[in-house]
């Protein structure tokens, strides 16, 4: 009973810290962060389509463009607490809802699912929050080259080609997710628009519908290139995002569905940016 307790107040510390306003504030930094990442990827993808590349048309591509700006190091540590803030808000939210693992039915499923995401997010932000950190400390490096080592070395472990196949499905399943939430509009439940003027949740909406669509196209792409490695026992093959983007660049109309994307993507960063304005749903 005791040690019950103990964890309930724990819970509470954590649901209280979850939604405490310093956090919410820095939150909302993060996602103002995240969707200027996503905005600088659908600019680098645009001049990858135009032949005015340069740089990895991904999250590294982004923060070396952030670092090659006249304040590119402090901005780096703000994307990077932002980052670490938004894991922090994630990892609440995972405690808040794990008193409904135990429930049955739909409150159960609900709990787990909300869990799952909450997870699943919590870890894109750390991953990002380090690569910023690399960066800002002068040790950054391509983001296909860090996939491609990183899979090389899961393909030494037991069952490693198994692991990064099914690393890829999960990627293809993540990014038909997002697609559905563009086209359903499902997004919308997530955040409160009850305060929106009607211009500004038409924005959000348009955003959406753009947004998730173009960056489920990537996802998608990014893990279908991760099981063919996995396929082909060949770690060459996990291009990361950059790669994804170039090889819809070798299609036919390639440049034309290459822009569409570059644009699905940054919309989906301009989303962000307007998200931050708006507190999230239960």
Same mark, same amino acid.
């Given at each position: ?15 209280? +810290?979850?939604?405490?306003?310093? !956090?919410? @504030? ?8 995240? =969707?200027?990442? @996503? ?8 001049? #990858? *389509? ?35 803030? !938004?894991?922090?808000?994630?990892? +609440? ?33 750390? +991953? #990002?929050?380090? !690569? ?45 997710? @997002? ?18 003027? *009607? ?18 196209? +990537? ?9 063919? *490695? ?9 291009? =990361?995002?950059? =790669? ?13 569905? #290459? ?24």
């Amino acid at each position: 009973m005791k040690a019950q307790g103990t964890a309930r107040r724990a819970m509470g510390k954590a649901g209280r +810290a979850g939604d405490s306003d310093g !956090l919410e @504030h820095l939150a909302r930094i993060g996602l103002i962060a995240f =969707g200027a990442v @996503h905005l600088l990827i659908g600019w680098l993808a645009l001049q #990858l *389509a135009w032949g005015g590349g340069g740089k990895s048309a991904d999250q590294s591509g982004a923060m070396q463009t952030l670092t090659e700006s006249p304040v590119g190091k402090p901005l780096l540590w703000v994307v990077a607490v932002g980052m670490i803030a !938004l894991a922090v808000w994630q990892a +609440a939210e995972v405690l808040r809802w794990r008193s409904g693992w135990s429930s049955s039915g739909k409150t159960r499923t609900k709990a787990l699912r909300k869990s799952g995401n909450a997870l699943v997010k919590a870890a894109i932000y750390i +991953a #990002l929050a380090v !690569l910023a950190i690399r960066f800002a400390t002068g040790s950054g490096q391509s983001s296909s080259q860090q996939q491609q080592e990183t899979t090389a070395g899961i393909f030494g472990w037991p069952g490693g080609q198994f692991l990064v196949g099914a690393a890829g499905l999960v990627l293809i399943g993540a990014g038909v997710w @997002h697609i559905r939430k563009g086209l359903t509009k499902s997004f919308l439940k997530q955040i409160d628009t009850s305060d929106c003027t *009607a211009g500004a949740k038409s924005l959000v909406t348009r955003l959406g519908q753009i947004g998730f669509p173009g960056k489920g196209v +990537a996802l998608a792409l990014v893990g279908g290139l991760l099981a063919y *490695a996995a396929l082909t026992f060949d770690p060459s093959k996990a291009q =990361g995002l950059d =790669g994804a983007l170039k090889t819809i660049l070798q299609l036919p109309y390639g440049r034309i569905l #290459l822009t569409l994307v570059a644009v699905g993507i940054a919309a989906f960063g301009a989303f962000c940016l307007v998200r931050a304005r708006y507190p999230e749903r239960t």
